[in-house]
């Protein structure tokens, strides 16, 4: 089955522990990417990557690290999480070309941080 | 800079009532056009999307939407709302080519509540 997998799917840390949250895709897909989701302010977009070691800034990358070693896996790092970075948090990915941005998403992973 | 706007938060409909979701969008360019739908605790999923040509596009589960260039809008329909329409919808939008044409930029969101 195609899928966007994301973990952990619930998480409670306290300011300054660091954190991974992982994301891993079976559709080789090239492209993927990070959003934030909050109440009034839609889907933000943190950081992305259009291939293996290959990744850019989105809007709100502050606070946040990425990287893209293997195609299927792309890690969104807390190194140092505050209150503000409390969140749902999902992760999609895409084919390239004509069907880009058809993004599957994961099921997202709700971090609070105390 | 891209961007999106959905101006209403909530729309209410009845249930067998059409339903429209507005959208207008920014973008330099010619654009890429998406809705997504959020059903509650579930990620995202693609509804449509209008690329090149037809300005009235068809989407899964009954859904349609149409492009208007001059306007800039992008407004997500249905002839007869479903109970099980009721969810979180997203317009999107990203740029042809160019400087944004790998960021996928999202509206606020507008919650549809179809009414039995």
């Not at chain 1, 559709?27 to 109440?39: A, F, K, L, T």
């Not at chain 2, 999107?92 to 944004?100: E, P």
Request: charged share 20%.
């Amino acid at each position: 089955e195609a899928q966007v997998t994301q973990n952990p799917r619930y998480l409670i840390t306290v300011t300054g522990k660091k954190l991974t949250v992982t994301c891993s895709q079976n559709m080789n897909h090239e492209y993927m990417s990070w959003y934030r989701q909050d109440p009034g302010l839609g889907l933000r977009q943190i950081y992305y990557s259009m291939n293996v070691e290959v990744t850019d800034k989105g809007d709100v990358p502050e606070g946040y690290k990425v990287s893209r070693k293997e195609k299927r896996n792309f890690p969104l790092i807390l190194e140092s999480p505050s209150p503000n970075q409390t969140s749902l948090y999902f992760c999609a990915s895409s084919n390239g070309g004509s069907r880009a941005g058809e993004l599957f998403f994961g099921e997202g992973s709700r971090l609070t941080v105390l | 800079a891209q961007s999106v706007a959905q101006p209403e938060d909530q729309v209410n409909v009845a249930e067998g009532n059409p339903l429209t979701v507005k959208c207008t969008y920014s973008v330099s360019g010619n654009p890429y056009l998406f809705w997504y739908v959020q059903y509650p605790n579930r990620g995202l999923q693609f509804l449509l999307k209008y690329i090149t040509g037809d300005n009235l596009v068809k989407g899964s589960y009954g859904f349609e939407a149409e492009f208007n260039k001059s306007q800039t809008s992008f407004h997500l329909k249905k002839p007869s709302a479903l109970v099980s329409d009721s969810a979180l919808y997203f317009c999107a939008v990203r740029a042809l080519s160019g400087a944004g044409s790998y960021q996928l930029t999202f509206g606020k969101g507008t919650k549809l509540s179809v009414i039995p």
